[in-house]
């Protein structure tokens, strides 16, 4: 049974930067296509970045391109998100994400079988 577990957010000034993590266990980083999705306190949860099994290509939102990378490290077996240049309207609770699917990198919340418990992002102006 594969485990998600996220760190590394917190309260950051607009402007500033954060470096989640994502540590994955039970399986390997490379098994899965992987993502971060995030949701704010009354709305729905959001594709934020996705890396696709293989290939390694990538997909952003239209909101964070240009400001967030998603990426891999294999060795240890997580998968980061770098947030730089945060905006108010980047607060939310973020999730990292697994995804059998090897096909596509799916942006929507439902293809997407394995989840992290969530590390919350502030960003005060």
């Known amino acids: 049974q594969v485990q998600l577990v996220e760190s590394g957010g917190g309260l950051v000034q607009v402007g500033g930067s954060l470096r989640l993590s994502c540590a994955v266990s039970?399986?390997?980083?490379?098994?899965?296509?992987l993502a971060w999705f995030r949701q704010a306190p009354g709305m729905e949860r959001e594709f934020v970045a996705g890396?696709?099994?293989?290939?390694?290509?990538?997909n952003y939102a239209d909101s964070v391109k240009g400001r967030f990378t998603i990426s891999k490290e294999n060795t240890k077996n997580t998968v980061t998100l770098q947030m730089n240049t945060l905006k108010p309207e980047d607060t939310a609770v973020y999730y990292c994400?697994?995804?059998?699917?090897?096909?596509?990198?799916?942006?929507?919340?439902?293809?997407?079988?394995?989840w992290g418990q969530g590390t919350q992002v502030t960003v005060s102006s």
């Open positions: 994400a697994a995804s059998d699917i090897v096909s596509r990198l799916p942006s929507d919340a439902r293809f997407y079988a394995y």
């Open positions: 039970g399986r390997t980083v490379s098994d899965y296509t």
């Open positions: 890396l696709k099994r293989w290939t390694g290509s990538t």
